[in-house]
């Protein structure tokens, strides 16, 4: 294992010319050369001191963690740091006890009583801007912790489903249930009525807290429609959902044409009326209690209610914060995530709260009206520090790719998340967004993981385009081939990475399914299923991964039947599934295909029951069901009806093959088929269709070829 301190050696080229194997994929490309972060930068920086490495070394495990512990208020100092008795089901600061909401808002008051917690922009670009100071932040949460506690009857460790758009409102019910010990769950708005209704019925919901619309390109969208669909799904499912708690886009001014339902419906600003002034006591809860369930996609059709932990995750949210977004108090901080997905929670919501920092949120699309709103934003507002995913980049590049030197900005740090960022396009933010000033993270991490796995540290490690770096402060990453035996740094080779080591801001369990969280992250790796020593319990993160002679990684993108469009992930398994709820269709594939601007997106292959002729009517019909049932998302660039589908002699869809057929690569080996025959079919029909429509097939890096070769190879 290379370490950290090696990473300011020069980067040797990665050796080529390796075969490829089952176990052993070589990947070819070219090493890039490192960039300085700026001595501005290094001047001020949080973590400057190359001390700090020794401090998180694998020798000081897990005690390490005592440092982010140490950022937060602890009711109860915790007595044991890691307990490894029930692997991997692993405890942190096991004794301890606090409350989150208290550490983001409550601590603040004395210091930061009227600093500004968030500043909410709307997308329409003649409304004012909402500024939320600490002080107002802790009079809404109470108010709503009392609305929650008193009206709905809700208490520690019960679950509230939330599923409402970027407005301060959001972070307002988080924090209000985390003051309570409730555990909320969060759903992403741009999902549909439906996928939240799953995730109601996943989590044992009976309160629903959404909006009744919100602004989205110019549009006003309807989102409190998406209430009812949830609420009766979840009904058809025996779960009852008791109340839906509605809040209002425009002051006392109901924006959705969907009915109020009398008895169940509420608009939160009449309710709120009543809790004027109220406080509520913040409860006092184990650092082991779960803080939230954010959903994520994986094999299976069934989402991953991922639990996260409230003393362990915050302080790792907390820790990395500070050291990897270099958070002071007097920045102006802006995460254009969604704070319905897990970059949202930890870097909008979480670590920047915990920290006392500033935020802002924005309600819209990044282009809406032109390319150069979030420059103007950035200007206007002071923002220095920049955080984003290569998809918004790539967008932005390409409506706009003069606007940042218009403005008048001046940003210290940026950040990319989220999918590998290509290198051109790195440097494109590098040196316009950047304007050459700011040092840039490109962090991997995951749902699952709660906080960031790999990273360059922005004062001490140099920058390298398209990789994220080594892993961060106390998490030891390593790659294994599919026999599990390590692939050396600098072979050039690819494998799957992993984590060597547990760390706080690590998932607890998937709810309700321990017995999957066991079997997807652990078992593979697992040594010896019966130690306690955290050595034999490897995390298998499901990327594939290089990493180069100076220990930093590349990430090749999922393993498993993921695709990520535009830095989120589809499960295969749930598409296909409402590819099939279509009447005429009879079986389904979902692929990835490289696109320009959103990185993946989605391709459905889908083959007619008999007596059925294709039809662009049947196509729209598969388009909107996806729509229906997950959300605009997963919307795929386009349906393939094919007369069969390429399938092993086991009767198995081979979606590799369609894969390489919609990326314009060599199908592979297709000797095993059932049906050979039917790929050279599938093949020009599809690239011929894809020719006359201008969608030429363009060259692609080692990493996406690596990437659809290897598409769903791993269950
Ligand atoms: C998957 C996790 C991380 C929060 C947002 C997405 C991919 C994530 C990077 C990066 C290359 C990345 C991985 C990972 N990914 N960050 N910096 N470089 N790939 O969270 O929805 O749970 O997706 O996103 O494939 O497994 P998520």
């Known amino acids: 294992m290379s370490t950290q301190r090696e990473a300011d050696r020069r980067p040797e080229t990665a050796e080529t010319g390796a075969e490829l194997s089952e176990a052993h994929i070589a990947v070819h490309w070219k090493e890039e050369e490192y960039y300085y972060p700026p001595a501005s930068f290094i001047a001020q920086a949080n973590a400057a001191d190359p001390r700090i490495f020794e401090r998180f070394s694998e020798k000081n495990f897990p005690e390490c963690f005592k440092e982010y512990a140490d950022l937060l208020t602890w009711d109860r100092y915790w007595h044991t740091t890691l307990d490894t008795s029930n692997p991997p089901f692993w405890k942190w600061f096991v004794g301890g006890r606090l409350n989150a909401c208290f550490n983001c808002v409550d601590r603040h008051l004395e210091q930061h009583r009227n600093k500004a917690a968030f500043i909410w922009v709307a997308e329409p670009e003649e409304e004012e801007d909402r500024v939320l100071t600490y002080q107002d932040l802790y009079v809404k949460v109470n108010e709503f912790a009392a609305l929650l506690r008193d009206f709905c009857g809700v208490k520690s460790g019960d679950r509230v489903t939330v599923h409402m758009p970027m407005v301060p409102e959001l972070p307002v019910v988080m924090l209000a249930c985390a003051r309570l010990g409730v555990i909320h769950s969060v759903v992403f708005g741009g999902f549909s009525g439906q996928a939240c209704g799953e995730r109601i019925v996943d989590s044992g919901s009976h309160i629903l807290v ?58 939160v600003d009449e309710l709120l009326m009543r809790y004027r002034g109220v406080r509520v006591e913040p409860v006092s809860m184990p650092a082991e209690a779960p ?25 790792y949210v907390a820790g990395t914060s500070k050291y990897y977004q270099d958070i002071h108090p007097e920045d102006t901080y802006w995460c254009l995530a969604d704070i319905g997905w897990i970059t949202g929670h930890s870097y909008i919501v979480y670590g920047p709260l915990a920290l006392g920092a ?39 590049r390409k409506a706009g790719p003069d606007e940042p030197q218009k403005y008048r900005y001046h940003f210290k740090h940026m950040t990319t998340v989220g999918e590998p960022i290509e290198p051109e396009v790195w440097r494109w933010y590098y040196h316009v967004v950047g304007k050459g000033e700011a040092v840039i993270v490109d962090t991997w991490w995951q749902t699952e993981t709660g906080g960031f796995l790999a990273s360059t540290l922005p004062a001490l ?3 390298k385009p398209g990789s994220c770096g080594p892993g961060v402060l106390g998490i030891y990453p390593v790659i294994y081939d599919e026999e599990g035996n390590e692939v050396p740094a600098g072979s050039g080779k690819a494998g799957n990475i992993c984590i060597r080591n547990p760390w706080p801001g690590i998932f607890q369990t998937i709810w309700g399914q321990p017995e999957r969280f066991v079997q997807t992250y652990y078992a593979r790796y697992c040594k010896n299923p019966q130690s306690k020593d955290w050595r034999d319990w490897p995390y298998m993160a499901g990327d594939g991964a290089t990493q180069a002679a100076d220990g930093y990684f590349r990430i090749l993108g999922r393993v498993d039947d993921v695709i990520n469009v535009a830095g989120h992930r589809l499960g295969t398994k749930e598409l296909e599934n409402a590819a099939l709820t279509v009447e005429e269709v009879a079986e389904a594939a979902a692929v990835p295909v490289m696109d320009e601007l959103r990185g993946r ?35 795929p660039k386009h349906v393939w009806i094919v007369p069969d589908m390429p399938k092993t002699r086991s009767g198995k869809i081979m979606r ?11 199908p592979g080996d297709t000797t095993t088929l059932a049906n050979p025959e039917v790929v050279e079919t599938i093949r020009r029909q599809v690239q011929a269709a894809k020719v006359a429509r201008g969608e030429v097939p363009r060259e692609l890096s080692a990493e996406e070829l690596e990437e659809v070769r290897r598409f769903g190879q791993v269950e």
């Open 461 to 463: 490690q140099p920058m």
């Open 656 to 666: 590799r093959v369609v894969a390489g057929i919609s990326n314009f690569m060599d």
């Open 358 to 396: 500033t935020s802002v949120l924005y309600e819209g699309v990044p282009t809406y009206p032109d390319a150069g709103r979030p420059w103007r934003i950035a200007e206007r507002l002071g923002v220095n520090i920049f955080h984003t995913a290569p998809t918004t980049i790539r967008m932005l």
């Open 210 to 267: 959404t909006m009744d619309a919100y602004y989205r390109n110019g549009e006003l969208l309807d989102h409190k429609a998406k209430a009812d669909q949830a609420v009766a799904y979840a009904a058809a499912q025996g779960v009852t959902v008791d109340k839906v708690l509605v809040w209002r886009r425009h002051r006392g001014r109901y924006s959705s044409p969907t009915p109020m339902v009398a008895g169940r419906d509420y608009f």
């Open 291 to 315: 803080l939230f369930l954010m959903y994520t996609s994986g094999t299976t059709a069934r989402p991953k209610g991922c639990q996260h932990s409230t003393g362990g995750y915050l302080a």
């Open 601 to 635: 997106m989605v391709e459905m292959y889908v083959a007619l029951k008999p007596g059925y002729t294709p039809s662009s009517a049947i196509e729209e019909k598969v388009r909107t069901a996806i729509e229906t049932i997950i959300g605009k998302i997963a919307r």
